[in-house]
Structures are given as structure tokens and as C-alpha cells.
Nanobody
Framework: QVQLKESGGGSVQAGGSLRLSCKISGDAASVRCMGWFRQVAGQGREGVAFIYRDDGGRNYADSVRGRFTISRDNAQSTVSLQMNNLKPGDTGMYYC?????????????????WGQGTQVTVSS
């Protein structure tokens, strides 16, 4: 069984940075890949970045590539999302998710376990 807990959200001005962390508890070794998703109230959930637990292979949504960096620390069972040059359009609730199967990348439907979310607000 896997549980996830996010931390690190907050409010920043445009151009600022935030670092989100996701702590994996339980059977972390069963995780195939980890993703970060975001959602604005009234809209669908958008995949932001994902990373394979084993080899660290990763990819990003076009909207964040070059500004966000996803990383993992398997010894600490954590996955982080470093967000630089934040824009007001990055505002939303950010969720980390674990995929125990074949890895769905930026597609939310394959992820099995979700955290409770952490709010990111970017003001202009």
C-alpha cells in the first residue's frame, strides 16, 4: 500500500520560485513512476511532469518545459518539483500521484494513488 503527501505550496509573485515535495510512504518500491498534476477550480487536471522511479527518465508538459524540474530521491522516498520563473497561469492545486503499473506519463487515468494536493498561487 502506498500513501502520498505533498508539501511546499504557497504564494509567490510572477518570476518567483517554489519547490514542491511529495513523500511516499508504504511500499515505495512498488511505484513505477511518479507524476505531478495541477488543477484549477472548474477545469480538468493537467499533467505537468513525471519521472520513472528506476532510471529517472522524465518528461514535461510543453507549458512548463525549461522552467520546472522533476527529481526523485529513492533513498528518502521523495519526489520533488522545482518550479522557476512562475507565471500566473501556473496557479492551481498541485497533486503528486503514483503509477504502480506501466507508467501513464502525463495521462492522469493510469495513476493509482493520489496525494491530497498543495495550493500554488502566482500573482502578477
Amino acid at each position: 500500500q502506498v500513501q502520498l503527501k505533498e508539501s511546499g505550496g504557497g504564494s509567490v509573485q510572477a518570476g518567483g520560485s517554489l519547490r514542491l515535495s511529495c513523500k511516499i510512504s508504504g511500499d515505495a518500491a512498488s511505484v513505477r513512476c511518479m507524476g505531478w498534476f495541477r488543477q484549477v477550480a472548474g477545469q480538468g487536471r493537467e499533467g505537468v511532469a513525471f519521472i520513472y522511479r528506476d532510471d529517472g527518465g522524465r518528461n514535461y508538459a510543453d507549458s512548463v518545459r525549461g522552467r520546472f524540474t522533476i527529481s526523485r530521491d529513492n533513498a528518502q522516498s521523495t519526489v520533488s518539483l522545482q518550479m522557476n520563473n512562475l507565471k500566473p497561469g501556473d496557479t492551481g492545486m498541485y497533486y503528486c500521484a503514483a503509477d504502480l503499473g506501466r507508467c501513464s506519463g502525463l495521462d492522469q487515468w493510469g495513476y493509482n494513488v493520489w496525494g491530497q494536493g498543495t495550493q500554488v498561487t502566482v500573482s502578477s
